[in-house]
């Protein structure tokens, strides 16, 4: 049976610019006990995302805030401990969108079962995860990339971005990643095959994309905003797309977003702006997890992941993804199974 007492992470503050360690809060409380149709799970791995930066702001948003006090939830592979339910039994390893907290207790529609022999299982937080399914449908449903185009991807090294530019050479683009180091840059041509990568935090940064991409832009897949976007902007080509995925670079700003107006540049060139999350395609999810899963068999997709061990560590973890630390998906370690065969 399990230990009688756990730890789990609260949301202590809301931020102000970036957050810190004072924002979060370890709370020791009982392993709780699943009752009818519930089931006990133990954390393995979680997934820090920078689309929780703003669920800590007590603003309407596409998904609820983080109540303060109240447990911070996120994506977490997890295996079953003690289940009162007839889908689960004790040592399936299971994927979903729970408590960070060593041990908790879901019902049956918040999990599902994942097969550890079918690829390991922090992808399913990853690129088989959610961060793969919004590379796939942004880019392909709104950014609809075709042979010869030229696809720009900021934020290319991260989760998201990493898998858009692999899918966009998939269907015969070139593809331009814009990161912020030059390891990263070699990582992206070198290792993800990538046609070139640009470092957004050199002096010579707007030159350099512009040299990059030749025949201009006509896919920008937009994790970032702010500057890097500006940038982009004036070399969109006519009836470009851009898919808006993330605005990072403005996420910790505790004034307005300020900087040039969009608007004349999408009307001349007939531009399509469109924001989304991958919370919009849920009905397609399947399809979208069967092809991912078959280019990443068929050797056509490469994954990194940064993983930090240590459930004490989670803060760290996601802190660093606004300092750039992270090349591909970031995740936390938190145990060894019991149960499980990974």
């Not at 370890?26 to 954390?43: A, G, H, W, Y």
């Not at 979680?46 to 109540?67: C, N, W």
């Not at 390893?93 to 049956?108: F, H, L, P, S």
């Not at 969009?262 to 849920?282: C, D, H």
Request: proline share 4%; net charge negative.
């Amino acid at each position: 049976m399990t230990q009688s007492k756990q730890q789990k992470i609260t949301l202590a503050n809301r931020p102000k610019g970036m957050p810190s360690k004072e924002d979060f809060n370890f709370v020791e409380s009982d392993v709780p006990t699943p009752k009818e149709d519930q089931i006990l799970v133990r954390t393995l791995y979680l997934s820090v995302d920078p689309y929780m930066r703003g669920r800590m702001q007590d603003t309407k948003s596409y998904i609820a805030p983080f109540e303060l006090n109240k447990v911070i939830t996120g994506g977490v592979v997890a295996e079953v401990v003690e289940s009162n339910s007839n889908s689960f039994k004790q040592g399936d390893v299971v994927v979903g969108n729970i408590d960070w907290a060593e041990y908790t207790v879901v019902n049956e529609k918040e999990i599902r079962v994942i097969d550890p022999k079918v690829a390991p299982v922090t992808t399913h937080l990853g690129i088989l995860g959610m961060t793969g399914l919004t590379a796939y449908f942004g880019l392909l449903d709104i950014g609809k990339p075709q042979e010869g185009e030229t696809v720009v991807v900021s934020g290319a090294a991260g989760a998201v971005g990493s898998v858009v530019g692999q899918i966009a050479k998939i269907k015969g683009a070139k593809v331009v990643g814009i990161a912020g180091s030059d390891e990263k840059l070699e990582y992206l041509t070198k290792e993800l095959g990538f046609d070139g990568a640009v470092n957004y935090k050199k002096d010579s940064f707007a030159t350099d994309l512009k040299n990059a991409v030749p025949n201009g832009v006509d896919v920008y897949f937009d994790n970032v905003g702010g500057e890097v976007t500006d940038a982009v902007f004036t070399l969109l080509n006519t009836n470009a797309r851009i898919p808006l995925c993330g605005a990072i670079s403005s996420y910790n700003a505790e004034g307005k977003d300020l900087g040039p107006r969009l608007q004349s540049a999408m009307i001349k060139t007939s531009a399509l702006m469109k924001g989304f999350t991958v919370g919009n395609y849920v009905e397609r999810f399947q399809e979208g997890a069967t092809i991912l899963g078959e280019w990443l068999q068929q050797g056509k997709l490469k994954y990194e992941e940064t993983i930090i061990e240590g459930f004490e560590n989670t803060p760290d973890a996601f802190l660093g993804l606004f300092k750039g630390t992270n090349l591909g998906k970031q995740l936390v370690k938190v145990a060894e199974p019991k149960y499980a065969k990974l």
